[in-house]
């Protein structure tokens, strides 16, 4: 026999496990895709055929952008650098060739210093 204090407790129950198996598959799910794209990146981090390609990297000046940016002039890629903030990107610049961790031959980054939201302003960039 369930007691009409449980009775007013099993909706609640129930609602906090719904709310908890539609919050843990999305954060499982990000979980393996930022474990994957890393894994993606030290795979392609040591694969010849990079180098000599041309990779361009939009917001590289912070996050993901300058990650990538670090593995691919790591793996001798030629680099177009593009962002909002021109000072940055010169020091995203002088940290990758100022780190001697390549074995690779390494080509000087190509900055574009331009804002994705004004449409004049790519134009100009391309």
Same mark, same amino acid.
């Given at each position: 026999?369930?007691?009409?204090?449980?009775?007013k407790?099993?909706?609640?129950?129930?609602?906090?496990d719904?709310?908890?198996?539609?919050?843990?598959?999305?954060?499982?799910?990000?979980?393996? +895709?930022?474990? +994957?794209?890393?894994?993606?990146? =030290?795979?392609?981090r040591?694969?010849?055929?990079?180098?000599?390609?041309?990779?361009?990297?939009?917001?590289?000046?912070?996050?993901?952008?300058?990650e990538?940016?670090?593995v691919?002039?790591? *793996?001798?890629?030629?680099?177009?650098?593009?962002?909002?903030?021109?000072? *940055?990107? !010169?020091?995203?610049i002088? !940290?990758l060739?100022?780190?001697?961790?390549?074995?690779? =031959?390494?080509?000087?980054?190509?900055?574009?210093?331009?804002?994705?939201?004004?449409?004049?302003?790519?134009?100009?960039?391309?």
């Open positions: 026999m369930v007691s009409p204090a449980t009775r407790s099993l909706p609640k129950v129930k609602a906090m719904f709310i908890t198996s539609t919050a843990i598959l999305p954060l499982l799910f990000g979980c393996l +895709g930022v474990f +994957g794209l890393f894994r993606l990146l =030290q795979w392609v040591g694969k010849a055929y990079l180098r000599n390609a041309v990779v361009v990297i939009t917001g590289a000046t912070s996050g993901l952008g300058k990538c940016a670090k691919f002039y790591a *793996a001798g890629a030629k680099l177009v650098l593009c962002g909002r903030n021109g000072g *940055a990107l !010169e020091e995203l002088r !940290e060739t100022a780190s001697h961790a390549t074995k690779v =031959q390494t080509h000087k980054p190509y900055l574009v210093t331009f804002d994705l939201t004004d449409s004049g302003a790519i134009v100009a960039a391309a």
